[in-house]
């Protein structure tokens, strides 16, 4: 399979960037990149039928996904989670045909698992090694989960009221789990300067290109 990934874009000021090397931000206004496909031949070439006989996860759809080699996927079988039709809780709230995705049998229990399968695929398959974020939820423990699965290391700050359960997901998985005594946003700027000191790639929400890509198969699988 060939993904039909063409570059990164910003999503404010339009300047493009290779997608084969780390990036976090547009270098030129600091605002937030999405990768950007070859549409024109994927609508051609990309159809239903090549879907029929895949795996039941969200890398069924690889060539709208932005890692260029299979082999670079880092996967615990998320995604393609099931549909459920809720007449009760529809009537109740006026609606003839109301549907629920239960992302919570995603392998760490959330969509979470989605974003941080893709950011930790194309981390390494830029040769990244380390990764950092802050976190008061989900997003810890997939991130833990699937750097572990890559064999990289997992850096999470954390202010120390979160959730034990969600504490104890990060130690589990291996990464390294750092409280603070303090808010989400302190958390934030306690993993950024680490990120800067300790050569961590950051992989909070927003401030990379890619967990986006992960979350996006939800609607495709809808």
């Not at 969200?58 to 989670?81: A, C, D, H, K, Q």
């Not at 695929?121 to 950092?132: D, I, Q, R, V, Y």
Request: hydrophobic share 40%.
């Amino acid at each position: 399979m060939r993904s039909y990934l063409t570059n990164l874009e910003c999503t404010y000021c339009g300047e493009t960037f290779s997608a084969d090397e780390p990036m976090r931000l547009c270098d030129k206004c600091g605002k937030v990149l999405y990768p950007r496909y070859d549409i024109s031949t994927a609508s051609k070439n990309f159809t239903r039928d090549l879907l029929r006989d895949r795996a039941p996860n969200m890398w069924r759809y690889f060539e709208m996904m932005p890692i260029r080699e299979e082999s670079n996927i880092v996967t615990l079988g998320e995604g393609f989670t099931p549909i459920f039709e809720t007449k009760a809780l529809g009537a109740k709230i006026g609606s003839n045909a109301l549907f629920l995705k239960d992302e919570g049998l995603n392998p760490t229990a959330s969509f979470k698992a989605r974003g941080l399968s893709a950011a930790v695929s194309k981390a390494k398959e830029l040769g990244l090694k380390k990764l950092t974020m802050p976190s008061a939820g989900n997003a810890a423990g997939a991130m833990a989960s699937y750097a572990a699965r890559a064999g990289l290391e997992a850096f999470v700050f954390m202010p120390q009221d979160a959730p034990e359960a969600n504490q104890k997901e990060v130690i589990v998985s291996g990464g390294n789990l750092n409280l603070i005594d303090g808010l989400i946003s302190d958390a934030g700027i306690i993993s950024r300067g680490k990120a800067a000191e300790m050569d961590l790639f950051d992989v909070s929400t927003l401030q990379e290109p890619y967990r986006v890509e992960g979350k996006k198969t939800m609607g495709y699988e809808i």
